[in-house]
Every structure is written in structure tokens, then in C-alpha cells.
């Protein structure tokens, strides 16, 4: 089993920037690829970005491609996403997710993640 705490979430205003943290603890956490998926009102939840169990390889999708950053401390067993230029758009709650499979072309797809945080909420607005 892996639990995993997502936090960072708040009200922003458009252009700023926000940094949301995952913590990841279970015995299998440190050998996991990471993920976060956002959910707006009213929307499906959709992939946001991934990182591969040692940060070798990363993923994003194309709307937050050059805005978001995620990376990874395998030490501490957290992922951090960067996110930047923040648009009313990006509002949403975001998830975290945990697969202990490899990533690779699967990534975007919600029903290969394990493991999944409550999410935390982000809100972009004037």
C-alpha cells in the first residue's frame, strides 16, 4: 500500500505561481512513478504530469507544457509541481497518484494509477 498527502493548494491570482507538494509513505512508495491529475467543476479528471520512479523521464500535457515543472526527492519520498503562469483554466483540484509499474505510453491514462491522495484544491481567479 502507498498513502499519499498532496499539499500547496490555494487562491491565486492569474500569472501567479503556486508549488504543490506530494508526500508519498508505504513500504513500496519509494519504488513508484509518480503523477498529478487535475479535476475542474463539471469535467472529467485529466492527466497533468508524471515522473518516472527516479526522475529519469518526465510528462506533461500539452496545456501545461513550459508552465509546470514536476520533479521529484527520492530521499524524502515527495514530488513537487511547479506550476507557473497560472491561468483561471488550471483551476481544478489536483491529484496525486502512485503506480508502481513503469510509466511509459500509459502515463496519461487514469485507470493504470494505483494509488491516488484526496487531492488539494486550486483556485486561479481575480
Known amino acids: 500500500q502507498v498513502q499519499l498527502v498532496e499539499s500547496g493548494g490555494g487562491l491565486v491570482q492569474p500569472g501567479a505561481s503556486l508549488r504543490l507538494s506530494c508526500a508519498a509513505s508505504?513500504?513500496?512508495?519509494?519504488?513508484?512513478?509518480m503523477g498529478w491529475f487535475r479535476q475542474a467543476p463539471g469535467k472529467e479528471r485529466e492527466f497533468v504530469a508524471a515522473?518516472?520512479?527516479?526522475?529519469?523521464?518526465?510528462y506533461y500535457a500539452d496545456s501545461v507544457k513550459g508552465r509546470f515543472t514536476l520533479s521529484r526527492d527520492n530521499a524524502m519520498n515527495t514530488v513537487f509541481l511547479q506550476m507557473d503562469s497560472l491561468q483561471p483554466a488550471d483551476t481544478a483540484v489536483y491529484y496525486c497518484?502512485?503506480?508502481?509499474?513503469?510509466?511509459?505510453?500509459?502515463?496519461?491514462?487514469?485507470?493504470?494509477?494505483?494509488?491516488w491522495g484526496k487531492g488539494t484544491l486550486v483556485t486561479v481567479s481575480s
Open positions: 515522473i518516472s520512479r527516479f526522475g529519469v523521464s518526465t
Open positions: 508505504g513500504r513500496t512508495a519509494s519504488r513508484c512513478g
Open positions: 497518484a502512485a503506480r508502481p509499474s513503469p510509466i511509459g505510453s500509459t502515463y496519461s491514462d487514469l485507470g493504470t494509477w494505483e494509488y
